[in-house]
């Protein structure tokens, strides 16, 4: 066993070595990136997908591997993948160009297809804050090494097909797929049963998505093991029942499960789940279907000498904590429990059989036929029997998905609060109510699609059953969902909570199939472990005494958490998509609440919107969701759709609304917060301005910081009068050149000024005159899009940045 395990270790190594190399292959992109526009001759890799870009316009999103990249008149032959988005020109040049509905044509681009268009190449940039998603890791995982933005008619087609056949015929059998989906249900089953069938998630509307998410029935969206593993029992159940042998039912339903994760092209968790299966009907071939856990554990071994690095990968232990729970926890009760019942309906009418069960199962069966016998005097006795231990059967089927999918998610509960910040509450009753639906929709909606290739009105039949089930999953969803207790939002648990879980968990698989006393308490254990992690969460981590300023790197936006001496805790605008609602990606979910977990912070005290821009409004409505804060501070704004749909949201959640002009004040956690613009006869126009900006100052002792919002240079020059002294100055409109005029610097004064900006800014922000007028005014100048998120700490006599102090965050009690 132990050179075995040796020389998997060995392996796994050196495949890693390998993909590392690989890697560093990939890293030579950086000498195309350095901001000068390049032709580009390559080949699609995957289809495009139709999207709705930040601005409303149309826009396509498709992987491609480079042929050739001319920089420079150089020529240089190299192969990287490149994730490029397409663009349409702000009119199309004449009608060919336009859809019906008048919108600008996108290219239909599919695998094989050459292409060469000019673009500048750029590396994936994570957001540099503590928690942030590794989203240049994830890329690299897909083996896109760039990105790149091109308009349509920038690109040009070339002939010839460049890569796999094989995979060329997977593309098309794809398309005419959704094609079948598109002609057998309207628009909004279709594009739901092409995320569930196919992977194919362009047409999913975000709010379907949050909802299954908040319910914990993900996994039945998206291609997973769940689909993998029902259609191998349906085929396999239905090889049995036309009488084809162990052996042959099993090649038979391996290669369709195999067929079926191959062309969903949904990567490691269907692969995942394949393997698994192969190696759990192998067992049963070898009469060893007892110990899945020993199928599962070289699944494991397996899967990591294709790629060690995903231990580390949420979806990989996602993956096998869960079908841990089942094999290992699940399994071994349901023995114990239901197992034996579901035995003892069989021959329900031989009284010999009674002999061979125990007492309680016998008397089981002898109340059935008591039932049975009194039922008769209404139906004839074979149908009252059958009748009863259908009855029966079905009892104990809701027993089985009630009892899986509830253990099953305390299970997750641990990785759930890791890597999601969830605890789904609605999880175990939106499962099983649920799970049934799924068992009938996916073989249905499977088989009409089958169907629809030789006859489409064959193939209404079974879709008019998996239209009611989906019907009936999406409803019970949006129910559960709807629901403000639906699921937690929680920090990160900490190492010593994550350890105590992770213990537990291991102690209830140990346990599971020891003395039936020693199993109910590893059993008991494991929920009241996902208990702790919802209600001990570790302290969260401030200085005390000080008062702290964070500017988050939200991108083009300000995101700025503000903690009080007492640990009160204040967060200044949310950032946002510069598109607004059109754009698929929140700031606000994706990017601040990570990083406020990833410092403990459960709830926050206060809210302050300075304006109603998207860049600044934009994450707001997910940070009132995550952490319900008592209070939202706002200035005057107009009622845009953004504006007052957050204005609703802060009501129906009991949210203290206030709106602050010049010259107010608040006692704020031992600091104090004055209110520097707009003046109280500030006039609303109908649509945001950056002067709308709602400027403070928070003062601790001698010490204070100004955050101006987006104010230009004349709603600056009106503060001047109010003497807006400052240590520490938020550079306004993100280094605009219509903001931080000489006379500002002058009377504010500032040692430290921070700019919030995006990485290669679009508006060419921080603008260069700008950072010469703080270079004059021998301001120190520190930016988010070149280092991250920038805190600083004042303690009532100086300032301090924490890039080069770095002083240790302690725990600390929340404020009141």
């Not at 040009?156 to 989906?181: D, H, I, K, T």
């Not at 926050?604 to 995550?626: K, P």
């Not at 204070?704 to 104010?711: F, I, N, P």
Request: charged content about 20%.
């Amino acid at each position: 066993m132990a050179c075995a395990l040796a020389a998997l270790a060995a392996l796994g190594a050196l495949n890693l070595e390998s993909r590392d190399a690989a890697r560093a292959s990939l890293a030579a992109v950086g000498r195309f990136t350095g901001g000068r526009e390049a032709v580009i001759t390559a080949h699609v890799t995957h289809d495009a997908a139709p999207r709705q870009s930040a601005w409303g316009g149309p826009r396509q999103v498709v992987d491609v591997e480079t042929e050739q990249v001319e920089l420079d008149n150089m020529a240089h032959p190299v192969r990287l993948g490149l994730r490029l988005t397409l663009y349409a020109p702000t009119r199309a040049a004449d009608e060919e160009e336009e859809a019906e509905d008048g919108s600008p044509r996108m290219p239909d681009l599919r695998y094989g297809q050459r292409l060469r268009f000019p673009a500048r190449l750029r590396l994936p940039r994570n957001f540099g804050n503590p928690g942030s998603f590794d989203y240049r890791g994830y890329l690299a995982g897909q083996n896109i090494a760039a990105l790149a933005s091109v308009r349509t008619d920038k690109v040009e087609m070339l002939p010839g097909f460049s890569g796999s056949r094989l995979q060329a015929w997977r593309s098309a059998a794809r398309r005419a797929v959704l094609e079948r989906l598109h002609d057998l249900w309207d628009e909004e089953q279709a594009a739901l049963l092409a995320t569930m069938l196919v992977g194919e998630r362009a047409a999913l509307e975000r709010g379907t998505r949050l909802n299954f998410q908040r319910t914990g029935t993900y996994h039945i969206l998206v291609v997973s093991g769940l689909h993998v593993g029902l259609l191998a029992f349906v085929v396999f159940w239905v090889m049995r029942r036309l009488r084809a042998a162990e052996i042959p039912a099993t090649m038979v339903t391996l290669a369709v499960a195999a067929a079926y994760a191959w062309f969903s092209s949904q990567g490691i968790p269907a692969q995942r789940a394949t393997l698994m299966l192969a190696l759990y009907l192998g067992a049963r071939l070898l009469y060893r279907e007892r110990a899945p856990l020993n199928a599962i554990g070289a699944a494991a071994l397996l899967l990591l000498i294709v790629d060690p690095r995903a231990l580390f990968d949420a979806s990989f232990q996602l993956t096998f904590v869960a079908v841990l729970s089942i094999a290992g926890l699940a399994l071994p009760l349901l023995e114990r429990t239901s197992l034996p019942y579901r035995r003892a309906l069989e021959q329900l009418d031989s009284v010999e059989y009674d002999v061979a069960l125990a007492p309680r199962l016998a008397q089981f069966r002898l109340d059935l036929r008591l039932l049975a016998a009194r039922l008769a005097r209404w139906l004839p006795p074979r149908l009252a029997q059958a009748s009863l231990a259908g009855l029966a059967r079905l009892a104990l089927g809701v027993y089985d998905v009630v009892l899986v999918a509830a253990l099953m998610q305390v299970a997750l509960a641990l990785p759930m609060a890791v890597y999601f910040h969830r605890a789904t509450l609605a999880a175990l009753p939106a499962n099983a109510a649920i799970m049934p639906l799924t068992a009938i929709l996916l073989p249905s909606a499977m088989l009409s699609v089958a169907l629809s290739f030789l006859s489409l009105p064959l193939a209404r039949v079974p879709a008019m059953v998996a239209s009611l089930a989906l019907s009936g999953i999406t409803r019970t969803v949006e129910a559960f969902a709807a629901l403000r207790t639906a699921d937690v939002r929680l920090p990160e648990p900490g190492l010593a909570l994550s350890l105590v879980a992770a213990a537990v968990f291991v102690f209830a698989l140990v346990t599971a199939r020891r003395s039936r006393w020693l199993a109910a308490a590893g059993l008991a254990l494991v929920p009241a472990s996902a208990v702790m992690l919802v209600f001990f969460a570790p302290a969260a981590k401030f200085r005390p005494g000080v008062l702290e300023v964070t500017l988050l790197d939200v991108g083009q936006g300000d995101a700025i958490l503000v903690v009080s001496p007492e640990g009160r805790t204040l967060l200044v605008d949310a950032g946002g998509s510069l598109g607004g609602s059109a754009s698929e990606f929140d700031v606000g979910e994706e990017v601040v609440s990570p990083y406020l977990w990833s410092r403990g912070i459960r709830r926050l005290d206060a809210v302050a919107l300075t304006h109603a821009h998207a860049d600044h409004i934009g994450g707001l409505r997910s940070v009132l969701a995550n952490f319900q804060p008592r209070e939202l501070w706002h200035g005057p704004n107009p009622p845009v759709p953004a504006f007052a749909a957050l204005l609703e949201q802060a009501k129906a959640q009991g949210v203290r609304v206030t709106t602050l002009a010049a010259g107010d004040a608040i006692e704020w956690g031992g600091a104090a917060v004055e209110v520097l613009a707009p003046p109280r006869d500030w006039e609303v126009k109908a649509r945001p301005r950056n002067n709308d900006s709602l400027a403070m100052r928070v003062r601790l002792g001698e010490t204070s910081v100004l955050l101006a919002g987006d104010a230009e240079r004349s709603m600056e020059r009106r503060m001047v009068q109010l003497e807006p002294e400052a240590e520490l100055l938020k550079v306004a409109h993100h280094g605009s050149a219509t903001s931080t005029v000489p006379e500002w610097l002058a009377a504010v004064r500032p040692q430290y000024a921070a700019i919030s900006v995006g990485f290669r800014s679009p508006f060419g922000h921080p603008r260069t005159e700008v950072l010469e007028r703080l270079r004059a005014a021998r301001v120190r100048t520190f930016r988010t899009d070149t280092m991250g998120a920038l805190t600083f700490y004042l303690d009532g006599k100086t300032v301090w940045p924490a890039q080069s102090a770095a002083p240790q965050l302690q725990p600390q009690p929340r404020g009141p």
